[in-house]
């Protein structure tokens, strides 16, 4: 349970232009369900799923005149990871939102998916990565919202499929030294304090 719940709204002005702003609205409850798996196939292949199924419900509010909503979504994000050889390792990531409800508004469907890969030389210490989102250009925007006296109809695309090429170089590998002087016995015990 929320109360209080900050939404979107949006009136019809003079001349038929509409504005919107965020409101502190009525009441809402969430709950659902998600569910995560991770699954190492074989040395060089993994695998992780996560998702989550939920039900919005929102009171609505008078002063708005937006009447009560409920709605049941579920989201999904897929992740592949491939270690094609020692120092080159690939992923995929894929998503998908299902039509989402909220007080004015309805969102459709959205999907989309990523690549990188990484490749590490240097003896580990650099890093080279390159990574690709959106790489099937289908990351679209659109829905409707209503309120007293207009219903629009939106749909907008961004600039979503972008490349990164990235390096790294570690000065200090930290992490990987303090492992191996915990396993020297190295590591401060807290009686030491």
Known sequence: HTGGIIERVTTLGEAG?????????????????????????????????NLSFFQNIFEGSEQFNIPRT??????????????????????????????????????NA????DISARYDFL????????????????????????????HIVSKYTRESRIGYLGFSYRINNYKRQRTRDMQDGDSMEMDDF
């Open 70 to 107: 409920e709605s049941w979504q579920w989201t999904s994000k897929l992740n592949l990871n491939f270690n094609v050889y020692k120092a080159l390792s690939m992923s995929t990531a894929a998503y998908y939102n299902s039509p989402r409800t909220f007080a004015q508004e309805k969102r």
């Open 17 to 49: 232009v509409t504005y919107t702003t965020y409101e502190n609205l009525n009441n809402g409850y969430a709950y659902g369900i998600e569910w995560i798996g991770n699954r190492e196939f074989t040395k060089w292949f993994k695998a992780n799923l």
């Open 110 to 113: 959205m999907y989309w998916a």
């Open 123 to 150: 003896k580990g210490k650099a890093s080279l990565s390159l990574r690709i989102s959106d790489i099937f250009n289908s990351r679209k925007f659109d829905g409707e919202s209503w309120g007293d006296g207009f």
